[in-house]
C-alpha cells in the first residue's frame, strides 16, 4: 500500500511476518535491498537518503526501516536478536516476493547482510558491506555511546561528531533533527532494550562464525572509513581475510558516514559492482 506523507522518511507499508514494515522502492530493474544501522532515531530514509535516488536509475532499490527502527514498529512480544531481525528481513522480501537480491548493509545493517546470506544463500546475489559489524572485536568507545544513548539533543550533538570525520557535515539543526527522531513515540523505548549492556554482548551476538564467512560463496564488496570510530577498520580487514570473494575499499578521511562523506565516490563505485 503506497500513500504520500509529508514526512520523507514514510514510504509504503508491507506487513512482514506480522510486522507493519516502512519501505522506500525505487526504479526498475535487479533488486538492491538496503539496510540501515542502528543510530538512535535512524530509519532507512534518514541512512540511505543521498544514494538511493541515484542508484535507482538502472536498477529497483528496496530499503526497508528494519523492526524497531524509523516507522516499522516493534509488535507485542518481539525480542531483538539477530536471528528475528533476519527473519523479520526474509518476511520482508516474501511479502515483497522478491526470490533474490542484492544486499548493501551498513554498520548494524552489514552484520543482517551477512547473516541473512549465511542463513539463506539463494537468495543473495552479491554483497557490499560498508562499515560492517559481523566479526568479533572488542567494543568501540564509539559504538558504546551510540547504544547507550541516552535522549537529548547535546548527546545526539557529541553522537555526531563521532559518526563524521568532516564535522563541516554537520549543520547547525541537524542535531536537533536527529533528537526529535530519537524520541518519537516508542522509538527510545524500543532502543533503549535492543542493546543493554554489558554492550560486548550485542557485538558478539552480531558475529558471524568464521568457518561460515569462509564459506560464503557471494561476490562481495567491502567498503570502510579508515577513521571510523564507531566500528574498527580491523573488522572489514577481517571479513576480507575471511570471504573468498571479497574485494576492499577504504577511504581515507572518512569517519563511520562513508554514504555522506564519500557519497558520489561510493555511488559510482556501487554500479560497477552491482548487477543490473
Request: with cysteine; glycine share 10%.
Amino acid at each position: 500500500m503506497t500513500v504520500t506523507h509529508a514526512d520523507p522518511e514514510i514510504g509504503s507499508t508491507v506487513d512482514a511476518g506480522g510486522v507493519a514494515t516502512n519501505y522506500h522502492d525505487l526504479g526498475v530493474g535487479a533488486p538492491v535491498m538496503f539496510l540501515h544501522g542502528s543510530g538512535p532515531g535512524v530509519s532507512a530514509w534518514a541512512n540511505w537518503r543521498g544514494v538511493l535516488p541515484q542508484l535507482a536509475v538502472d536498477r529497483r532499490v528496496i530499503a526497508p526501516d528494519i523492526v524497531g527502527f524509523g516507522y516499522s514498529r516493534k509488535p507485542d512480544g518481539f525480542s531483538f536478536t539477530q536471528e528475528a531481525w533476519v527473519n523479520h528481513l526474509v518476511s520482508f522480501l516474501d511479502a515483497l516476493e522478491l526470490e533474490r537480491v542484492s544486499l548493501v548493509g551498513n554498520s548494524f545493517g552489514g552484520a543482517l547482510a551477512l547473516w541473512l546470506a549465511v542463513r539463506h544463500p539463494d537468495r543473495i546475489d552479491r554483497l557490499v558491506l560498508m562499515g560492517s559489524a559481523g566479526t568479533q572485536f572488542r567494543i568501540t568507545p564509539g559504538l558504546e555511546a551510540v547504544w547507550g544513548y541516552e535522549p537529548s539533543v547535546e548527546n545526539m550533538a557529541e553522537l555526531l561528531k563521532i559518526f563524521a570525520y568532516d564535522h563541516s557535515l554537520l549543520g547547525a539543526d541537524l542535531a536537533q533533527l536527529r533528537y526529535q527522531a530519537s524520541v518519537r513515540p516508542g522509538a527510545h523505548e524500543s532502543y533503549s532494550t535492543m542493546f543493554p549492556a554489558p554492550r560486548q554482548d550485542a557485538v558478539d551476538a552480531l558475529a558471524v562464525p568464521e568457518d561460515a564467512l569462509r564459506a560464503l560463496p557471494h561476490q562481495t564488496l567491502i567498503v570502510h572509513g579508515r577513521e571510523d570510530r564507531v566500528i574498527p577498520l580491523w573488522s572489514s580487514l577481517r571479513l576480507h581475510e575471511l570471504i573468498p570473494r571479497s574485494q576492499l575499499h577504504v577511504f581515507g578521511q572518512c569517519g563511520h558516514w562513508t554514504q555522506i562523506e564519500r557519497g558520489n565516490e561510493f555511488v559510482d563505485l556501487l554500479p560497477r559492482f552491482l548487477p543490473l
